[in-house]
């Protein structure tokens, strides 16, 4: 990542992730295949709904590999940008939804007190 904010994902940190705990990234690497195999849903829409999944978690790795994955599976950029636009509302439907929280909170603040 240019910006300066994150390293960029390099094969150095790659392998040094590897040689500190191969058994970890070995399993971790199997899971992700698995994970992202045709099954009861093909390939592409596992890349699409990582694309979504990316953005709610803001990983700035997961977002750039997923969605070069998504596009060597056949997304086009407009099933990407409904994919994005999919996770920015359930992001903003979490927000509102939580808001039900600050209402309880407030609800109670406003109750009298017994004394």
């Given amino acids: 990542m240019p910006d300066g904010l994150y390293p960029t994902a390099t094969a150095e940190f790659a392998r040094k ?3 500190l705990t191969p058994e970890h990234e070995a399993a971790f690497q ?3 295949k698995t994970v992202f195999a ?5 390939a592409k829409v596992k890349q699409l709904i990582a ?4 953005h709610v978690t ?3 790795y997961c977002i750039k590999g ?9 997304a086009s950029q407009q099933e990407l940008m409904e994919a ?6 359930m992001r ?3 927000a509102y939804a939580h808001s039900a929280l600050a209402l309880e909170e407030m609800a109670k603040a406003a109750t009298p007190k017994d004394t």
Avoid at 38 to 42: Q, S, Y
Avoid at 51 to 54: D, G, K, Q
Avoid at 67 to 74: N, Q, V
């Fill in 17 to 19: 992730r590897r040689d």
């Fill in 30 to 32: 199997a899971f992700s």
């Fill in 38 to 42: 045709e099954g009861a849903l093909p």
């Fill in 51 to 54: 694309v979504a999944v990316a």
């Fill in 58 to 60: 803001q990983c700035p």
């Fill in 66 to 74: 997923h969605t070069k994955a998504a596009l060597r599976h056949g």
């Fill in 84 to 89: 994005i636009w999919v996770a920015a509302e």
């Fill in 92 to 94: 903003a439907g979490a």
